[in-house]
């Protein structure tokens, strides 16, 4: 075993407590957690001052280029509890075809498991270890569950996914392929999520649904400490994520306040842009209405399924993270994401998720409305790769 692994070598903790990300309630790390008391998700806090004083950021370019570089800046306190299917840094791929010069995609398809849920789960298994939990569940549109069942296998937990009917076929396939159990649910994903609720008791289930558990947020994080890394420690001024659940976007925004703290970044942070599809679009709806929470959308539909998120729990912590970075949020059609994607395969040579189309497209409506410059400098989430999605 090659001593300079980022998953064998020693680790270093500089978690000081968890706190409730609607209250601010203080709660213990070292204890399993669900929500909050007051039935919110739940921010993992380090201590950045401490950290900052051992680890300097030029170390991190020495490391092996993964997830677990950012060992200090996330949760797991030993390295036995690690469950990496081998997490490498994502490639930043310039787009010509855009209307911009500057316009980017961060192609997190290249993960385990062909998607960006593989960061969330990847930390969120390794911790259920550390706490001896072996029987996790959650609700899934697809990628989060298959995810799930990689690392589970590996993990050796028994898991149980819920998926509504109509979820891709091939996502279904290589969840059972993994060993999961999986469950169709005739409803959306929340109600799936409520399936995973009646039968926690009864089963003894984990649930590790979107922000039901602390640390997906942490694993989704690094693609923030990432792209400034790949950046030299600067950011874009716009940033494009496909919002369902929205754990990309609250992770990242975390991300960008605590290498502030930590003094490695400076400036002003990138607008955040949350896209939507026009058939399931509760985060543009309360962005644009000012609410503080957005209500349950009705009849969702649209073929970007990642993105097709009736209710999220962590609506409030998106639209504090879309107005503190001046950013906005806004749907495009599923016309205008096939065209998108099929624009951006012929001429980049980048195969989109219907979801990383749907960030092109609305940045094209974000030049057209003047809301983004054409010479600044964009960069789009593909959160999964394209080959999953033979439409
Ligand atoms: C899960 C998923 C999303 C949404 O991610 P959140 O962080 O939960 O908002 C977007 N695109 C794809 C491909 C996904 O699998």
Same mark, same amino acid.
């Given at each position: 075993m090659r001593s300079d692994s980022n998953v064998t070598s020693e680790r270093a903790n500089f978690v000081t407590h968890l706190e409730c990300g609607a209250t601010g309630e203080r709660l213990p790390a070292n204890e399993i957690h669900n929500l909050?008391?007051?039935?919110?998700?739940?921010?993992?806090?380090?201590?950045?001052?401490?950290?900052?004083? !051992?680890?300097?950021?030029?170390?991190?370019?020495?490391?092996?280029?993964?997830?677990?570089?950012?060992?200090?800046?996330?949760?797991?306190?030993?390295?036995s509890d690690i469950v990496s299917l081998g997490e490498s840094a994502t490639?930043?791929?310039?787009?010509?075809?855009?209307?911009?010069?500057?316009?980017?995609?961060?192609?997190?398809?290249?993960?385990? !498991?062909?998607?960006?849920?593989?960061?969330?789960?990847?930390?969120?298994?390794?911790?259920?270890?550390?706490?001896?939990? !072996?029987?996790?569940?959650?609700?899934?549109n697809g990628n989060a569950g298959a995810a799930l069942a990689a690392y589970g296998a590996r993990a050796?937990?028994?898991?149980?996914?819920f998926c509504p009917t109509d979820t891709p076929e091939i996502n279904i396939r290589e969840t059972l392929i993994h060993g999961a159990r999986v469950e169709r649910v005739d409803g959306y994903i929340?109600?799936?999520?409520r399936r995973v609720a009646e039968g926690r008791e009864r089963e003894g289930w984990f649930d590790m649904s979107t922000l039901k558990e602390p640390y997906r947020i942490e694993g989704k994080k690094t693609m923030g400490l990432e792209l400034a890394q790949q950046l030299d420690w600067t950011l874009p001024d716009v940033i494009f994520y496909p919002t369902g659940g929205g754990t990309g976007l609250i992770g990242m925004w975390k991300a960008?306040?605590?290498?502030?703290?930590?003094?490695?970044?400076?400036g002003v942070l990138p607008r955040m842009v949350a896209v939507q599809a026009t058939g399931c679009a509760p985060i543009v709806r309360a962005f644009e209405s000012g609410a503080p929470h957005a209500e349950r959308w009705e009849n969702a539909a649209t073929l970007a399924v990642g993105i097709r998120v009736p209710s999220a729990i962590g609506d409030f912590l998106i639209l504090e993270a879309l107005r503190a970075s001046n950013g906005f949020a806004?749907?495009?059609?599923?016309?205008?994401?096939?065209?998108?994607?099929?624009?951006?395969?012929?001429?980049?040579?980048?195969?989109?998720?219907?979801?990383?189309?749907?960030?092109?497209?609305?940045?094209?409506?974000?030049?057209?409305?003047?809301?983004?410059?054409?010479?600044?400098?964009?960069?789009?989430?593909?959160?999964?790769?394209?080959?999953?999605?033979?439409?």
């Amino acid at each position: 075993m090659r001593s300079d692994s980022n998953v064998t070598s020693e680790r270093a903790n500089f978690v000081t407590h968890l706190e409730c990300g609607a209250t601010g309630e203080r709660l213990p790390a070292n204890e399993i957690h669900n929500l909050s008391p007051a039935g919110k998700p739940i921010i993992v806090r380090y201590d950045l001052e401490a950290m900052g004083r !051992t680890l300097d950021r030029d170390e991190l370019d020495r490391r092996p280029a993964d997830l677990w570089r950012y060992r200090e800046l996330l949760p797991v306190r030993h390295a036995s509890d690690i469950v990496s299917l081998g997490e490498s840094a994502t490639p930043i791929v310039h787009l010509s075809s855009a209307a911009g010069e500057r316009v980017y995609v961060k192609d997190e398809g290249r993960l385990p !498991t062909g998607s960006f849920k593989a960061r969330g789960l990847c930390v969120a298994v390794s911790m259920a270890k550390s706490f001896g939990i !072996t029987k996790v569940a959650m609700p899934s549109n697809g990628n989060a569950g298959a995810a799930l069942a990689a690392y589970g296998a590996r993990a050796g937990m028994e898991i149980t996914v819920f998926c509504p009917t109509d979820t891709p076929e091939i996502n279904i396939r290589e969840t059972l392929i993994h060993g999961a159990r999986v469950e169709r649910v005739d409803g959306y994903i929340d109600d799936c999520g409520r399936r995973v609720a009646e039968g926690r008791e009864r089963e003894g289930w984990f649930d590790m649904s979107t922000l039901k558990e602390p640390y997906r947020i942490e694993g989704k994080k690094t693609m923030g400490l990432e792209l400034a890394q790949q950046l030299d420690w600067t950011l874009p001024d716009v940033i494009f994520y496909p919002t369902g659940g929205g754990t990309g976007l609250i992770g990242m925004w975390k991300a960008f306040q605590e290498l502030e703290q930590l003094g490695w970044i400076s400036g002003v942070l990138p607008r955040m842009v949350a896209v939507q599809a026009t058939g399931c679009a509760p985060i543009v709806r309360a962005f644009e209405s000012g609410a503080p929470h957005a209500e349950r959308w009705e009849n969702a539909a649209t073929l970007a399924v990642g993105i097709r998120v009736p209710s999220a729990i962590g609506d409030f912590l998106i639209l504090e993270a879309l107005r503190a970075s001046n950013g906005f949020a806004l749907a495009v059609d599923d016309d205008a994401i096939v065209s998108a994607r099929d624009r951006v395969a012929r001429s980049d040579g980048v195969l989109l998720c219907p979801e990383g189309a749907a960030t092109y497209a609305a940045y094209e409506q974000a030049v057209n409305e003047g809301r983004v410059a054409q010479d600044e400098q964009v960069v789009l989430f593909n959160c999964a790769t394209g080959l999953k999605y033979p439409l």
